[in-house]
């Protein structure tokens, strides 16, 4: 069966629940209303997620364009911390994932990160683990996908780790998602 996602973090997301791990994973028809991006069934348990890319935007691609040039300098707004990204993409999955929170089904924000400017991997995971930033109680828990570019050729399925929320509305159940991260 030839499936065809929206984005390179759809693509691997799916590859680590039906391929890695065996669960039965479907894409969630779009609505007028906020919904997540996909259903999992996991040893019995109906999940939801919510899957999320950071990747370069016409204005960071400018950015970076124009940082190429000599003696061109760029001054802005900056996040040193990069809480702000973070933050954004937290409230955006808490908008598509309330409603199931709400249910009590167990949610999950996925995120990838695939640009150049801005966060990287290693400063989200950072922000996660010292609670830089607060996840919104509607999700259960944080699934932030290693960059594919940085995996070696022979790990063809994405590592990940996983952030579960102790404030969560509906506590993540612990045995899903094993954590497979080098």
């Known amino acids: 069966m ?4 929206n984005t390179h973090s759809e693509g691997l997301f799916w590859h680590v629940c039906e391929e890695r ?6 894409k969630i028809s779009e609505s007028q209303a906020p919904s997540p ?6 040893d019995g348990i109906r999940i939801v997620a919510e899957v999320k890319e950071l990747s370069d935007n016409a204005k960071s691609c400018e950015i970076q364009n124009a940082l190429e040039e000599p003696g061109h300098i760029h001054i802005d707004t900056v996040d040193f911390e990069f809480t702000g990204a973070l933050d954004r993409v937290l409230r955006k999955q808490e908008r598509q994932l309330a409603a199931e929170s709400r249910s009590g089904t167990p949610t999950l924000g996925v995120i990838y990160v695939g640009r150049f400017l801005g966060p990287t991997e290693y400063q989200i995971r950072h922000q996660l683990r010292r609670g830089a930033v ?6 259960s828990a944080i699934m932030l996908m290693k960059h594919s570019g940085i995996m070696a050729e022979e790990t063809p399925t994405p590592l990940y780790l996983i952030f579960c ?13 094993p954590e497979i991260f080098a």
């Open 2 to 5: 030839t499936t065809i996602w």
């Open 21 to 26: 791990l065996g669960y039965d994973i479907q």
């Open 37 to 42: 991006d996909y259903e999992i069934h996991a």
């Open 134 to 139: 607060s996840i919104p109680s509607a999700i």
């Open 165 to 177: 929320n102790p404030n969560a509305t509906v506590i993540w159940p612990v045995d899903i998602f």
